[in-house]
């Protein structure tokens, strides 16, 4: 493996869109799919001075020391993969200086890229407003967007080329869904494995009632309304939060499948009743909700746990 680039550095992350559903109707094909969309992949990476970091299943993070040729790798990527029917490949594109960190790179601006590509269709590449301005190529501006890291607004731009598709529906963020997640100030790093777990839990079907405790302050709720971010598709017609710490969920209106769940730093998610020390977010097909305290909803969360269980 070559030299990975320092400083200023583009990177460019891709994913294929709707991978689940793709492998459950190829069955036995997908593997020849997956290794052809690598190939190609490769190739568009290789003759643009790219460097592979990292693949991971359909995804893949590559680095280039200039923007230009990591925009126009991407638009080459996208144009040799419209060989592969059904496979619709996003693509987000940012420039920064992001750390070197064990064999890759570590950072915000890893995370940003990785949030761009997110926001994308597939088929799309989006840039950040940072690689916009070093390249000479035609853009469409999207306006700003709140990334699911639930930061600052984030301006986008769709990159305009020959032989790539121009018409999309509004990038895959926040303000694109119904939903009222606060603005948060900062990234949340550092909590990757308990957010994996919370959302894991959440989307199981077997699963009605999470509970993750905690200490005080140790993040609960930033915790929780990172994993709502995380979980709006799964809940498209809602995902929100209360306006008042007075907030409750009454045991009438409890759907079916109704999740509960809090945050911790370090223990491993485990059943339990809802404390004053719990932050917590309840889902389900229909509905999405985050709270900072959940004392005031004991009755009603122990009246869902027991319809439920």
Not at 290 to 301: F, L, V
Request: charged share 25%; glycine share 10%.
């Amino acid at each position: 493996m070559s030299e990975l680039p320092s400083g200023t550095v583009t990177l460019l992350f891709t994913d294929i869109e709707g991978s689940t559903r793709l492998l459950q109707v190829l069955g036995d094909g997908y593997g020849e799919v997956l290794g052809r969309h690598h190939a190609l992949i490769r190739n568009a990476v290789a003759q643009h001075d790219g460097h592979e970091v990292d693949v991971q299943g359909d995804g893949f993070l590559v680095a280039f020391a200039r923007a230009d040729d990591a925009v126009a790798s991407a638009a080459d990527a996208q144009r040799a993969l419209g060989e592969l029917d059904g496979v619709r490949v996003r693509m987000g594109v940012h420039t920064g200086q992001p750390q070197r960190g064990g064999s890759g790179y570590v950072g915000l601006d890893v995370h940003r890229a990785a949030r761009i590509r997110d926001a994308a269709h597939g088929e799309q590449v989006l840039l950040s407003e940072t690689t916009r301005d070093l390249v000479d190529v035609e853009v469409r501006d999207l306006g700003e967007h709140r990334l699911r890291d639930l930061t600052k607004s984030q301006r986008l731009f769709q990159l305009v080329a020959p032989g790539l598709r121009r018409d999309f529906r509004p990038p895959r963020t926040l303000e694109n869904r119904p939903t009222n997640l606060p603005v948060q100030p900062t990234p949340l790093i550092g909590r990757e494995r308990e957010l994996a777990e919370t959302t894991e839990l959440v989307r199981r079907e077997d699963v009605r009632l999470v509970t993750l405790t905690g200490p005080g302050g140790c993040g609960k709720t930033r915790l929780a309304l990172q994993a709502a971010a995380e979980l709006v598709d799964d809940f498209p017609t809602a995902s929100s939060s209360p306006r008042s710490r007075r907030w409750r969920i009454p045991a009438w209106s409890c759907p079916r499948s109704h999740r509960h769940w809090a945050s911790t730093r370090r223990e491993r998610p485990r059943l339990r009743a809802p404390s004053p020390t719990s932050s917590a977010i309840g889902g389900s097909s229909c509905c999405s909700t985050t709270s900072s305290r959940c004392s005031r909803q004991r009755p009603s969360c122990a009246e869902c746990s027991r319809r439920q269980g």
